[in-house]
């Protein structure tokens, strides 16, 4: 649910998209368009039901009122006015009605729907001057109930509504004086409908922006709980899901998954020699380092817990994700955070596990993570500060066990 780039992945690292959002007015209900595209599909599917309702009963409405003035206008019952209840108003709603079940429908009811209300209301305005020649004016109020149904009822944006109702304003008036409507009753409905737009525009209005910043809000809430409040990057949480989910697309696509597990060395020695705070300004620094190098749709860096990140890189073969492990240790160490208890130089560094694999059947998104998780201390029994790179089968192997065995007359202890 959500404006997230292609493949529906947000930026690694990035602030929430909405966040510039929430600053603003709304002065003019849009917003940028990823995210306006995300509010529309959202707000569409959640209200789809009530929308096809509200429908059901505006078409039992129309039915009454024609039944209606079978009985009480008889002598205003004919094939023209007819034609212009059966078959434009009616059907538009009908029509309505049907595009909701349309594949896509958020995409294309607004677009159609839009069109459809506007001759709706032009078909109205049009009834109603055509009556009125017959000596029944007020029949110009089906136009203001027709303009509150097309503000509240039918599931249009205030943008769109606005324009369906001002273009049947205008029509009214244009066609008021082509039918040499009296002056005095011209600007007497005119009027009753103007005021009608702005009570129901400034309503609409309110209502849409109200909607906006609680569905703003909300997401802001769903970002944060997807987010590590420490190094503002993707939390576990959020990489299982996305590992899960590009696992799927791979295996579509036949694309190559690769998997970075990295650690901080010797991070317990460096919260132990200068203390938390800077501990916690080292996690930041590494993590923005790591979402620098996941920027495509599908790539994600995460926080995996503690010192431990996560890149992942879709559509990475071997080669260029141990490319982009060998940028991302020499943009660490050139941070140049000093760290007198490390492994290089005196400056922090990290140690990467890199693995790849095809999505197949008899593989899993979780055997990637075991493969990256054997080469990342297959790094660090190397001395650390360096990256280990693996491709081979994972299908029996275990977290925790790999080749990381204790070994006659000593352990492998990566910590």
């Given at each position: 649910m959500s404006g997230a780039p292609a493949g529906g992945v947000e930026d690694a690292g990035a602030a929430p998209p909405m966040t510039p959002e929430m600053r603003r007015a709304f002065r003019w209900l849009r917003f940028e368009p990823a995210l306006e595209s995300a509010y529309r599909a959202e707000q569409f599917r959640e209200h789809v039901g009530v929308l096809r309702v509200n429908l059901l009963i505006v078409i039992a409405i129309v039915f009454a009122i024609v039944r209606i003035d079978h009985v009480v206008m008889p002598a205003v019952v004919g094939a023209i006015p007819n034609f212009a209840r059966y078959g434009v108003l009616i059907p538009t709603l009908m029509i309505g009605f049907a595009l909701t079940f349309v594949g896509q429908a958020w995409r294309w009811y607004p677009r159609i729907m839009n069109v459809l209300a506007c001759t709706a209301l032009l078909a109205i305005g049009w009834l109603s001057l055509w009556v009125g020649t017959m000596g029944q004016p007020a029949l110009y109020v089906r136009l203001i109930l027709g303009t509150i149904v097309v503000y509240f009822v039918v599931g249009l944006s205030f943008r769109a509504a606005l324009t369906a109702c001002l273009g049947a304003l205008v029509f009214y008036a244009w066609a008021a004086a082509y039918w040499s409507v009296s002056p005095l009753q011209l600007v007497h409905v005119l009027a009753m409908l103007a005021f009608t737009n702005v009570i129901c525009a400034t309503g609409a209005y309110r209502l849409e922006r109200a909607n906006r910043l609680a569905w703003l809000e909300a997401r802001q809430l769903f970002e944060h709980a997807l987010h590590d409040g420490?190094?503002?990057?993707?939390?576990?949480?959020?990489?299982?899901?996305?590992?899960?989910?590009?696992?799927?697309?791979?295996?579509?696509?036949?694309?190559?998954?690769?998997?970075?597990?990295?650690?901080?060395?010797?991070?317990?020695?460096?919260?132990?020699?200068?203390?938390?705070?800077?501990?916690?300004?080292?996690?930041?620094?590494?993590?923005?380092?790591?979402?620098?190098?996941?920027?495509?749709?599908?790539?994600?860096?995460?926080?995996?817990?503690?010192?431990?990140?996560?890149?992942?890189?879709?559509?990475?073969?071997?080669?260029?994700?141990?490319?982009?492990?060998?940028?991302?240790?020499?943009?660490?160490?050139?941070?140049?955070?000093?760290?007198?208890?490390?492994?290089?130089?005196?400056?922090?560094?990290?140690?990467?596990?890199?693995?790849?694999a095809v999505p197949q059947t008899r593989r899993s998104a979780a055997g990637l993570l075991q493969?990256?998780?054997?080469?990342?201390?297959?790094?660090?029994?190397?001395?650390?500060?360096q990256a280990r790179s693996l491709e081979e089968e994972y299908e029996h192997m275990k977290t925790g066990y790999f080749h990381r065995r204790v070994v006659q007359g000593g352990s492998a202890d990566g910590q």
């Open positions: 420490l190094t503002g990057i993707f939390n576990r949480r959020r990489f299982d899901d996305h590992l899960e989910r590009v696992w799927q697309q791979g295996m579509r696509e036949r694309r190559p998954v690769s998997l970075l597990f990295a650690d901080i060395d010797h991070f317990k020695k460096y919260n132990d020699r200068y203390g938390h705070q800077a501990g916690d300004e080292a996690l930041k620094t590494v993590a923005a380092v790591l979402a620098r190098h996941a920027r495509r749709p599908f790539d994600l860096a995460a926080r995996f817990g503690g010192e431990e990140f996560a890149v992942l890189l879709y559509d990475a073969p071997s080669r260029e994700a141990s490319r982009i492990a060998g940028e991302i240790l020499a943009e660490v160490r050139a941070q140049a955070l000093v760290h007198e208890d490390g492994v290089s130089g005196g400056v922090l560094t990290i140690s990467i596990g890199v693995a790849t493969l990256a998780d054997q080469a990342l201390y297959s790094a660090k029994d190397a001395g650390r500060d």
